[in-house]
């Protein structure tokens, strides 16, 4: 089995330049004799899950560090194996991403909540100066997810939840969405079974109805566009229906038609061709291209009628499709780490941990922050300013502009003055006006619930 795991991930790694395979046959070697005698709780031997994430990570071409960094991200917290002996055998990079994925060691007088959130708060911080971090931890939980079934149900469904809360978003967030979609799926179906079901059957019961619709647009498509294009159709997993139903979105958006063309241009020509060809439904259009809602996701989103249904319709470039299928995968080839990093995650972090010791309070603090449902409000300019959900006019002014925020007078919302503790919604237009005398105060501190926010009042009070 270990021999058979070996040859496939190696051949799948054949991106490697030979140095790097070297180096990576070093390094499985390496983890084989560290685990060697340890089992699963399926009793298979150990290290076929650090092969196996490892197997994840070489499917989306990620870099040596990380590949080795998966091979080798339980030696440490599992064997007798040190940093040090990590450092002196792969790099210094490897061994901070190790230690930012091994947990602290357990102490009887620390409850399981805090020892947890001890922990989280390690994975996050190493994760803020290298993302690669949190990548192999989603590797990580993505096979311990797949091989949940041999666990106890008591231990299935608090990890499924967790996986659910923190991972999902987390997915999200580094627009890793076919691994987001796989552990939501997975996770959905151990917490509520029945309702899983359920939800299922009624997906499989439109799928005709849908697919009726979209055979039809892609004739006229093919038909009367000159633009080249590829088309297809994709499925919102289980998960996200069930959610959708529930926040009231209506069921026809649980399917999507994808319109792929050349280039960035070719989108807006492309919609002027659906807009001809089919009805189209009021408010049904949003430019997600000109102005960015997940750096990961880009691309024009329109609402049509097609044989009697509402039907979803999104439009990308190759290139903007490609983004969208690698994911954080991509901005590591061609993007410096560090940038990566505050791009994904900003500076809730530091700024949740200038507020709080409490690993417990700081779990609380950056679980809302990072990994609630965001909303995305505007500057006058149309800036865009990413905040979550049940964010204030005062979040969005320190988000904005701090040195404004502490002078802020008044804010104006879609052009009409609110009070600062005003509720944002997604899509609000948002003004913040500011004279030349400090205007902060104790009680803003009521109105804010971003780590930014809070961390700015309190150091002026």
């Not at 922990?119 to 996050?124: P, T, V």
């Not at 959905?188 to 079901?197: A, D, I, S």
């Not at 807006?268 to 659906?274: E, P």
Request: charged share 25%; glycine share 4%; proline share 3%.
């Amino acid at each position: 089995m270990i021999n058979h795991l070996k040859e496939t991930l190696l051949k799948k790694t054949i991106f490697l330049s030979t140095t790097e395979v070297n180096q990576l046959k070093k390094a499985i070697d390496f983890s084989i004799a560290a685990h060697e005698g340890q089992k699963r709780k399926s009793g298979e031997p150990y290290v076929t899950h650090p092969l196996t994430v490892c197997e994840i990570l070489a499917d989306n071409k990620a870099d040596i560090v990380t590949l080795i960094s998966g091979l080798l991200h339980d030696v440490v917290e599992d064997t007798e194996i040190t940093l040090q002996q990590i450092s002196d055998n792969f790099g210094e990079e490897v061994a901070f991403i190790v230690d930012g994925l091994t947990k602290m060691k357990k102490n009887p007088s620390i409850h399981k909540e805090e020892y947890e959130a001890i922990n989280f708060e390690k994975l996050l911080v190493a994760s803020e100066k290298d993302i690669r971090v949190a990548i192999v931890k989603i590797a990580d939980r993505l096979h311990n997810m797949r091989t949940l079934a041999v666990k106890k149900v008591e231990k299935r469904i608090p990890y499924s939840n967790e996986t659910l809360i923190f991972f999902a978003p987390l997915c999200e967030r580094l627009g890793l969405f076919k691994i987001q979609q796989e552990i939501e799926e997975m996770g959905f179906h151990y917490l509520h079974p029945k309702t899983y079901g359920s939800v299922k059957k009624r997906i499989e019961n439109y799928l005709p109805i849908f697919q009726a619709a979209f055979n039809q647009f892609k004739n006229m498509l093919e038909k009367e566009s000159l633009i080249p294009c590829k088309v297809y159709w994709q499925q919102q997993p289980v998960y996200k229906v069930y959610s959708s139903l529930q926040e009231g979105h209506p069921f026809s958006d649980i399917f999507s038609i994808k319109v792929i063309t050349t280039g960035r241009m070719d989108c807006y020509s492309m919609l002027g061709v659906v807009h001809q060809l089919f009805p189209v439904k009021e408010n049904g259009f949003e430019d997600y291209i000109a102005i960015e809602k997940n750096v990961f996701s880009k691309y024009l989103k329109t609402m049509v009628e097609i044989e009697g249904i509402e039907v979803n319709i999104h439009i990308q470039s190759v290139e903007l499709e490609a983004l969208s299928i690698e994911g954080i995968f991509h901005d590591i080839r061609v993007s410096s780490l560090k940038g990566i990093s505050s791009k994904i995650l900003g500076d809730s972090i530091q700024a949740a941990k200038t507020l709080t010791d409490n690993p417990i309070e700081f779990y609380d603090l950056i679980s809302y922050e990072l990994f609630q449902k965001e909303i995305t409000v505007y500057t006058p300019k149309m800036d865009v300013i990413s905040l979550p959900e049940g964010s204030t006019a005062v979040d969005f002014a320190f988000a904005l502009n701090p040195e404004m925020a502490k002078k802020m007078s008044h804010i104006k919302v879609n052009g009409i003055q609110e009070p600062i503790h005003i509720e944002l919604k997604d899509l609000d237009i948002v003004e913040m006006i500011s004279g030349d005398e400090l205007t902060v105060n104790t009680i803003w501190l009521n109105y804010a619930i971003t780590a930014k926010a809070l961390k700015e009042i309190n150091e002026l009070l």
